[in-house]
């Protein structure tokens, strides 16, 4: 027999709270790093993301000055669409085209609320922001009970739960059992990966339980999933303390904080220290923000209790344009492959040509060479997003957010060039679809980047798809 259980239970109540934070020696890197962001969010022609403010808010040190600057743009950027009441919504609808066709914006708004609820001192949201979450969250649920998701994602639809819940706004208990109801059957994740979502969803379950939003029946309930959720993630852990992936893993680890787990399991130190060792992986504003909250022992819902007059005003921003690196010499070859496997396809490889690109490019670059050396062979788009472009169309085929399809990135990097010869694919994946010219490729041999195509720079040789795909 190990501990009695009653031990178990109070043991996160009487170990130090220090114990759930990365180790001494790595403060230098996690200043560097909140030093970083902040300098991000100094430059103006950067649109102001939600995220990155709760990251600043969330930090142990600050710059009380450029904070209240960036909440100012936060507020001019906010304050256009959801300044207005829900009545005036028609209205608001025919002037500014926001059509039905458009998904609600939950997270975006949701995140939003969340960083209200940080600022210092304390600001009261506008009663019509609330009602407007209230609102998109509706939408999603009823999405969710027509066509079996929300009309955004489980992402958004957790994060739009966790923002009310930390506003101390009371939810309807069918749409908190929709994520219990996808939780139990396995449907928060989309392309094999669900850690974030996973995450997002126990973070909101945990703040419901905690701050009494439920009646009992339904807080054992929450309690129940949002320890299930921790324990999976914890077995999801990769030898190399990796939980899904890099990006995912902070994610992972604001749950073992926020459910108090960070004290009594062994996964939050190795997930930790993989973090500190692949720091350089967060190089982007979006993924900064993400990170830093747990760099600094934080969860979002530690929101709620932040002590103001306890902030040391000692952050000084660091010019990331100044570190920016010089251009590699050189020069590599990149083989890329676009595919269709969907039914409605007139063929399965659509493209398949090698490009050569200076030694430092991107796969973006790679896209701009293609479509400069072949332009009616070869065109894309892309969409600008807080994580950065969004490729959404490739040779004229738009991925539709409404059909759910999307263009996904992978590489075959065990595959070596070899024209033609191959098709690279998993087996079997699309049901009904030929697969020829096909080679016996193992369904390893095809990763799914965990980058989008501004930030992933290929190898020399390396072969990259472009896959529409369904989530
Ligand atoms: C849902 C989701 C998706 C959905 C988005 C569709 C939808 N309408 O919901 C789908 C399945 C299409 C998707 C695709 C991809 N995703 Co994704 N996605 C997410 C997730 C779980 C939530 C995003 C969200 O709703 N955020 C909240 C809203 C309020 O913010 P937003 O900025 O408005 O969100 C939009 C963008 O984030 C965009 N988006 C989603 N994923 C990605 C990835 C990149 C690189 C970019 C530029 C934009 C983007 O779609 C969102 C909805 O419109 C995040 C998890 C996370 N921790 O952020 C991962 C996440 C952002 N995705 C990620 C990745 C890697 C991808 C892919 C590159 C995977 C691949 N190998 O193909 C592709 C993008 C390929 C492309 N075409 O450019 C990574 C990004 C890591 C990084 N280094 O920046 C994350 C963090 C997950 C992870 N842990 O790895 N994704």
């Not at 066709?101 to 506008?126: D, I, M, S």
Request: aromatic share 8%.
């Amino acid at each position: 027999m190990g501990l009695p259980l009653v031990l178990l239970l109070l043991l996160p109540a009487v170990l130090p709270a220090r114990c759930c934070e990365p180790p001494e020696g790595s403060a230098g890197a996690v200043r560097a790093l909140s030093a970083r962001l902040l300098g991000l969010a100094g430059v103006p022609e950067r649109d102001p993301d939600p995220a990155v403010y709760l990251a600043l808010r969330l930090a142990r040190e600050h710059h009380p000055r450029l904070e209240r600057r960036y909440l100012e743009r936060l507020q001019e950027a906010f304050q256009h669409p959801f300044g207005r009441s829900l009545q005036d919504h028609g209205r608001w609808d025919a002037e500014h085209s926001m059509s039905a066709a458009e998904p609600p914006h939950t997270g975006r708004l949701a995140l939003y609320l969340l960083g209200l609820r940080a600022t210092c001192p304390t600001h009261r949201p506008h009663r019509s922001l609330v009602t407007w979450l209230k609102y998109y969250l509706e939408e999603d649920w009823t999405g969710s009970r027509r066509h079996g998701h929300p009309l955004t994602n489980y992402y958004q639809y957790g994060l739009g739960v966790l923002a009310l819940c930390v506003h101390h706004k009371r939810v309807r208990e069918e749409v908190i059992r929709r994520l219990l109801t996808a939780q139990h059957h396995g449907r928060l994740g989309h392309s094999g990966s669900a850690v974030d979502t996973e995450a997002v969803v126990a973070l909101a379950f945990t703040c419901l339980e905690r701050r009494r939003l439920v009646g009992t029946e339904l807080a054992a309930e929450l309690r129940a999933a949002a320890h299930r959720a921790s324990r999976s993630m914890a077995e999801a852990q990769g030898p190399d303390g990796i939980i899904g992936n890099i990006y995912s893993t902070p994610w992972a680890l604001q749950v073992f904080l926020a459910t108090g787990m960070c004290q009594t399991e062994p996964a939050f130190g190795h997930a930790m220290a993989a973090l500190l060792d692949n720091l350089e992986a967060f190089s982007t504003a979006a993924t900064m923000a993400q990170v830093l909250p747990v760099l600094h022992g934080r969860s979002y819902l530690d929101i709620a209790s932040l002590h103001c007059q306890e902030e040391p005003d000692t952050l000084t921003p660091l010019d990331v344009e100044a570190l920016a690196e010089g251009a590699s010499p050189g020069s590599k070859t990149v083989q890329l492959v676009v595919e269709c496997p969907l039914p409605w396809c007139y063929d399965l490889k659509l493209y398949d040509r090698l490009v050569p690109v200076p030694a430092a490019a991107s796969l973006l670059d790679v896209l701009q060479a293609a479509a400069a050396l072949e332009p009616h062979d070869f065109s894309f788009h892309t969409q600008d997003t807080f994580q950065g472009p969004f490729l959404t169309e490739v040779l004229g085929l738009e991925a539709r957010q409404k059909k759910r399809n999307y263009w996904q990135l992978l590489t075959a990097p065990n595959i070596s060039l070899q024209m033609g010869e191959w098709w690279v694919g998993v087996p079997g994946e699309v049901a009904g679809v030929p697969h020829s010219p096909m080679a016996a490729v193992s369904p390893q041999t095809v990763v799914p980047l965990s980058t989008g195509i501004a930030d992933y720079r290929p190898q020399d040789k390396e072969i990259l798809i472009l896959r529409l795909s369904e989530w």
